[in-house]
Antibody, heavy 118, light 111 residues
Framework: QITLKESGPMLVKPTQTLTLTCTFSGFSLSTSGVGVGWIRQPPGKALEWLALIYWDDDKRYSPSLKSRLTITKDTSKNQVVLTMTNVDPVDTATYYCAHRTRSSWYYWGQGTLVTVSS | QSALTQPASVSGSPGQSITISCTGTSSDIGGYNYVSWYQQHPGKAPKLMIY???NRPSGVSNRFSGSKSGNTASLTISGLQAEDEADYFC???????????FGGGTKLTVL
């Protein structure tokens, strides 16, 4: 059974750095073809893909946010970490991590709501 | 603005069939058979409904089907049920450096 769970702060102040951790089970991020990514959804709005890391450490980022994002993995801990610098109230959203294979997001975490406010 | 274009809303009565379109380019939908569709109920995480254009994951009702023609993919839901009321998002692999592109989502209302 594959599960993913996001963790991190519920509230961050503008200009701070947001760090989110995705802890997963049921699969290995060292398996060929597998990836883990982050997708966010502002309240009432569409899904927005942020970043993706593959089993071979290949990393992909949303062009509009690339300068602010870093994605890393710790295969031994079954974790993927996303950092976002210089957050703004427009970054308020539910952040999801998801398992990716064959170019589809097969399994999703429950999501974590992050509010950016002073 | 999302890279893939979906209608903002569609509606149908119970028992009817509806189709949601998702339009991209030859760099994504038109160039690869890696279109996927997701269902999202309010307050819930998205759920994969269709992958690789036409395939259903185990446990997804056969009332859901996918197809593609040129740069446009489609999700059809037949025999509409009240529980189908949700937001639906499409996604595709893209040859751009990002590898990932999403649609803006379609709200399905079951009348």
């Amino acid at each position: 059974q594959i599960t993913l769970k996001e963790s991190g702060p519920m509230l961050v102040k503008p200009t701070q750095t947001l760090t989110l951790t995705c802890t997963f089970s049921g699969f290995s991020l060292s398996t060929s073809g597998v990836g883990v990514g982050w997708i966010r959804q502002p309240p009432g709005k569409a899904l927005e893909w942020l970043a993706l890391i593959y089993w071979d450490d290949d990393k992909r980022y949303s062009p509009s946010l690339k300068s602010r994002l870093t994605i890393t993995k710790d295969t031994s801990k079954n974790q993927v970490v996303l950092t976002m610098t210089n957050v703004d109230p427009v970054d308020t959203a539910t952040y999801y991590c998801a398992h990716r294979t064959r170019s589809s997001w097969y399994y999703w975490g429950q999501g974590t709501l992050v509010t950016v406010s002073s | 603005q999302s890279a893939l274009t979906q209608p903002a809303s569609v509606s149908g009565s119970p028992g009817q069939s509806i189709t949601i379109s998702c339009t991209g380019t030859s760099s994504d939908i038109g160039g690869y058979n890696y279109v996927s569709w997701y269902q999202q109920h309010p307050g819930k995480a998205p759920k994969l409904m269709i992958y690789d254009v036409i395939n259903r994951p185990s446990g997804v009702s056969n009332r859901f089907s996918g197809s593609k023609s040129g740069n446009t993919a489609s999700l059809t839901i037949s025999g509409l049920q009240a529980e189908d009321e949700a937001d639906y998002f499409c996604s595709s692999y893209t040859s751009s450096t990002t590898h990932v592109v999403f649609g803006g989502g379609t709200k399905l209302t079951v009348l």
